[in-house]
Structures are given as structure tokens and as C-alpha cells.
């Protein structure tokens, strides 16, 4: 994995999402401007590298590597937790669509996905467990 390969998938996941906000460092919420937060925030994050080939001329080649996205929301303070679960799964089924959809499928997999549980209301919070394979 690359910078240049992240901001690729960055990319990607920008021109598709154009409501959300898209970046590579990761914030705490307290820092998320209200008007972003409520857009909706994707962060990508490289976690791991491994499975690399174990043959003469193929070392450190072929590897998997784990990444993770997390996205984050914020709904109204008067709505019922429900809607924070709401826009958990509306973030979800837009990753799972870009993952089947787009130019990277095959490369990009993903592997679990999870979320608040409605504990942080009226903020969310959704972790997507990916993997690229080269």
C-alpha cells in the first residue's frame, strides 16, 4: 500500500459521495464541525499489511492490506436514537453499493462493518473493516 493508492481510494470515494466529507486523518468528534458532521464523515485508515509471498523473487509482493473506514454522523438532538442507527445504515448501504460498484471491485473488499449501537445519540459512528489485496 501507498499514499498515492489511499488517495486513490480517497478519491474514489469523493467524486461517488460529494455530500460527504472524505479524508485521511481521523478526528475526534468534539473537532467535526456541526455542519460537516451532519453531512456525514468518511475517514480511510491503513491499519496492516501481511500475507506477502514466501517465494524467491516474490518477497514482500502479493501482501493484503487491512484498512478501516470510519464514518461518522450527527442527526437532530430531537429525534429518537433510532435515527442515528438510520444514518448508520444509510452509510452502510453506500459503502457496501461502492464496494459492488465501482472501478476498484475486486481490489477492495468488504469484510465487517460496525456500529454505535445508538450509544453515542445523537452522534454515529460506523467502522467498515476493509481489505486490498495487489
Known amino acids: 500500500m501507498t499514499p498515492a493508492r489511499l488517495n486513490e481510494i480517497k478519491s ?6 460529494p455530500s460527504r466529507h472524505v479524508g485521511r ?8 464541525g456541526d455542519t ?4 456525514g464523515v468518511y475517514t480511510l485508515l491503513c491499519r496492516s499489511e501481511d500475507g506477502f509471498a514466501d517465494f524467491i523473487g516474490g518477497e514482500a509482493q502479493f501482501g493484503t492490506t487491512k484498512l478501516a ?10 429525534l429518537p436514537a433510532e435515527a442515528v442507527e438510520d ?48
Open 12 to 17: 474514489a470515494l469523493q467524486a461517488r459521495f
Open 69 to 78: 473506514m470510519v464514518g461518522q454522523i450527527r442527526v437532530d438532538d430531537d
Open 87 to 134: 444514518a448508520e445504515l444509510g452509510m452502510a448501504q453506500e459503502i457496501k453499493t461502492f464496494i459492488q460498484s465501482n472501478a476498484l471491485a475486486g481490489l477492495l473488499e468488504l469484510k465487517a462493518l460496525q456500529q454505535s449501537g445508538q450509544l453515542d445519540a445523537p452522534y454515529g459512528w460506523i467502522v467498515f473493516e476493509l481489505t486490498w489485496r495487489e
Open 36 to 39: 460537516e458532521l451532519r453531512a
Open 25 to 32: 486523518s481521523l478526528r475526534d468528534l468534539s473537532v467535526i
